[in-house]
């Protein structure tokens, strides 16, 4: 920490719940096995490619979390704040720094990730997670953050004020946020429904399209329910404060 109190660094000095690692790997080798049997109902002449797929996207989640562990950090100096994410950097003077918030991780993120994560927010209303500035790696991110806005200050030529015009495009980037994480489940929610829709064309012996099923009908549908809620949020917010973002 530099003289004036507010040079620090902020890396990883907790390694991620073991129980992460091991039910990506169980679902990843899962995928693996199914994706060397032969569909034997369908002529046993070609792979199904429900599994490769999910083994892809798993090797890519498995990749972000070991990057995220090992290379993002938040950096701050008298100059500013670096955000050094998985893969890209992004940095910010501190006048164009509008707000750093602390804010409960979304539902569905579950006791294995950290629950309180902290972002930036410019002038734009626009936020970007400050990597490792959270409940898994402080104590008390909440008193971190106040701390350092504390130190911050004098390095800035504006106030901590808050700015209606500001404060509205964050509530707007709040409602978009929620309506697609909405979306999101919406569309999980489809996608096993199409289970039952497949289960139902092959016990009546009618040709089922699996790429249809499982892929372009859950993202069409979970689109369509993002893109009305956030319509509907716009002009009516939720009273469980949607301002202060998702949930």
Do not use: K
């Not at 990506?24 to 995928?31: K, M, Q, S, V």
């Amino acid at each position: 920490m530099d003289e004036g109190g507010v040079e620090r660094e902020y890396r990883r000095r907790r390694n991620p719940p073991l129980g992460q690692f091991l039910l990506l790997g169980l679902i990843l080798l899962n995928a693996l096995i199914q994706t060397g049997r032969v569909d034997a109902d369908r002529g046993g002449s070609r792979f199904r490619w429900e599994p490769p797929f999910i083994v892809a996207l798993l090797v890519l989640a498995v990749a972000r979390i070991a990057l995220e562990q090992f290379r993002a950090r938040t950096r701050v100096t008298a100059a500013g704040i670096t955000a050094q994410g998985p893969v890209r950097a992004r940095s910010w003077a501190w006048s164009e720094v509008y707000d750093i918030r602390v804010e409960q991780a979304p539902r569905g993120s579950g006791r294995m990730a950290p629950q309180w994560l902290t972002y930036l927010y410019d002038f734009q209303g626009r936020r970007f997670l400050l990597p490792h500035l959270n409940d898994w790696q402080l104590d008390d991110p909440y008193a971190e953050v106040a701390e350092l806005c504390l130190a911050a200050a004098p390095h800035r030529s504006l106030t901590w004020e808050r700015r209606p015009d500001v404060e509205e495009r964050i509530r707007q980037g709040a409602v978009r946020r929620r309506a697609w994480m909405w979306g999101v489940y919406g569309g999980i929610g489809v996608f096993f429904a199409m289970f039952v829709v497949d289960i139902g064309l092959i016990l009546m012996e009618r040709p089922d399209h699996p790429l249809v099923l499982f892929v372009c009908v859950p993202l069409v549908s979970g689109a369509v329910l993002a893109a009305a809620l956030q319509w509907y949020w716009s002009t009516r917010p939720p009273r469980d404060g949607v301002a202060q973002g998702p949930d």
